[in-house]
C-alpha cells in the first residue's frame, strides 16, 4: 500500500537539505508526499525584501516541481524567532495539515539542531502526533540538516542518534537539482551546508551502513497497528 508522507518543515529549503533524495524515493515508489513550512525563510535577515520573499517562494516552487512533492501549506510566522510565539499556534497548524491529508509517515526536525525554529517545530510535530486512539500515522522520523544539527551541542540541545539509513544513490541527482533552486541557501566551501559538503555527508552517512550514498534519519516513534 503506497505511503501518505508529510515533512514538516520550518523554512522552505529545510526539505530538499535535509531530505530531498528520500522525497524523490517516496515519490519513485508511489507514495504522496505533501509538505508544510512555518515561516518565509528570510525574515530574518537585514535585507528583507518583498523581492527576496517571492524569490524564495519560487524557489521552493521549483524544489517541490523537481522532487515531486506538494507544498500543502506554508503559515507565516516570524522567521528565526518562532519562540516568540506561543507552541499551541504552531501545533493547531500543523493539526490542520494532518487532518487534510492524514499522513501514515512523518517527517519533521530533529530536536538536537542549534536553530530555535527548528526545534520548536520538532516539538510541535510531536505534540499534533500524540499517540491517540484511531490515528493513522505510523512512524514519526526527524532528519539532520547541515550547520544546524552538526552545529549544536548536547549539553545545549539533545543529540541526533540515526537509527535509519535511506539509500539516496539514484536520486541524488534530483536532490542537487533542487538544490541549486536554493542558491541563496547554499554556502561557498568549506561549509557544511556547500553542496560539497551535503554530498560529502551524503556520502558519510552512506558510508557508515555499506552504501554509497544516504540520508539519515532518527526515528522518535514507530507504532504497528
Do not use: C
Amino acid at each position: 500500500m503506497n505511503e501518505i508522507i508529510l515533512v514538516i518543515v520550518a523554512h522552505t529549503d529545510d526539505e530538499t537539505i535535509g531530505m530531498g533524495g528520500t522525497i524523490a524515493r517516496h515519490v519513485f515508489e508511489g507514495d504522496n508526499v505533501f509538505s508544510i513550512s512555518m515561516t518565509d525563510g528570510v525574515g530574518a535577515r537585514s535585507n528583507h525584501s518583498d523581492e527576496i520573499v517571492e524569490n524564495r517562494q519560487k524557489a521552493a516552487h521549483n524544489a517541490s516541481e523537481i522532487l515531486g512533492f506538494k507544498w500543502l501549506d506554508n503559515a507565516n510566522f516570524p522567521d528565526n524567532s518562532m519562540d516568540s510565539i506561543p507552541l499551541l499556534d504552531v501545533v493547531k497548524f500543523i493539526e490542520a495539515a494532518k487532518e487534510k491529508v492524514h499522513p501514515t509517515i512523518v517527517y519533521t526536525h530533529s530536536t538536537a539542531d542549534l536553530n530555535i525554529d527548528h526545534r520548536i517545530v520538532a516539538e510541535a510535530t510531536m505534540t499534533a502526533f500524540r499517540p491517540q486512539p484511531d490515528e493513522k500515522w505510523k512512524e514519526i522520523r526527524a532528519f539532520e540538516i547541515p550547520s544546524a544539527t552538526d552545529y549544536s551541542h548536547e549539553d545545549v540541545t539533545s543529540s541526533f542518534y540515526p537509527n535509519m539509513f535511506i539509500s539516496i544513490e539514484e536520486f541524488w541527482e534530483k536532490k542537487h537539482q533542487a538544490l541549486m533552486q536554493y542558491q541563496g541557501e547554499i554556502r561557498e566551501e568549506p561549509h557544511s551546508r556547500s553542496l560539497h559538503g551535503i554530498e560529502t555527508l551524503a556520502n558519510y552517512r552512506g558510508n557508515q551502513v555499506g552504501l554509497n550514498l544516504a540520508e539519515a534519519f532518527q526515528i522518535l516513534r514507530k507504532i504497528k497497528r
